[in-house]
C-alpha cells in the first residue's frame, strides 16, 4: 500500500494546503514530523480528533461521536504528493459520504476535496464512509471502510 509509507515512517503527513499563511493556519495545520500518520483529522464541537490507526489505514468499528441536531462536523483527509514534480498535495482516500442524509446531510466541500463539512440534520444514526484501507479484526481490508460513526441527538 503505497499510501501507508507516505503516511507512517517515510516523513510528514501533510495536512496544510501549500502556501497556507502561518498567521490563518487552518484548523488541521500541524507542524513537525511524525511517524504517526492517521488518514484524517475530524473537527467536532471545536475539538480536534485523529482518526484511523498510525498506519494511515481506518479501523473497524469507527471512532464514535455524539452531536446534537444543528451541529457540524469537518473532515480533512490527509494528503500525499502526486504529479509529475510531486509538489501537487492530493488526498489520499476521497471524502466520506454519510449513510444516512436525513440525519447528517454532506455539505460543503472544499476546492482541493480534502476538506469537507457535514450538518447534523435530526436525531439518529448515521456513519461517515469512504473507500480505503480498514483495519477489521487482525485483517486489512480495502473497499467501503468507516470514517466516523455519528449519533445525532436532539
Do not use: K
Not at 30 to 36: H, L, N, P
Not at 123 to 136: E, F, I, K, N, S
Amino acid at each position: 500500500m503505497a499510501g501507508a509509507c507516505l503516511l507512517s515512517s517515510c516523513g510528514p503527513a501533510h495536512t496544510r494546503t501549500p502556501g497556507a499563511s502561518t498567521s490563518s493556519r487552518p484548523w488541521w495545520y500541524r507542524t513537525g514530523v511524525t511517524s504517526c500518520g492517521t488518514p484524517a483529522l475530524v473537527r467536532v464541537d471545536g475539538q480536534v480528533i485523529p482518526v484511523g490507526d498510525c498506519a494511515g489505514i481506518f479501523l473497524v468499528p469507527a471512532q464514535q461521536v455524539t452531536v446534537q441536531v444543528g451541529q457540524q462536523i469537518d473532515v480533512r483527509m490527509t494528503e500525499e504528493p502526486a504529479g509529475p514534480s510531486g509538489n501537487q498535495l492530493v488526498p489520499v482516500f476521497p471524502l466520506p459520504r454519510s449513510s444516512r442524509p436525513v440525519v447528517l446531510a454532506d455539505g460543503p466541500v472544499s476546492q482541493d476535496r480534502a476538506s469537507g463539512t457535514y450538518r447534523a440534520i435530526r436525531p439518529g444514526h448515521a456513519v461517515l464512509t469512504t473507500r480505503a484501507w480498514c483495519l477489521v479484526g487482525s485483517g486489512e481490508i480495502r473497499g467501503s471502510c468507516p470514517v466516523l460513526d455519528v449519533t445525532v441527538v436532539p
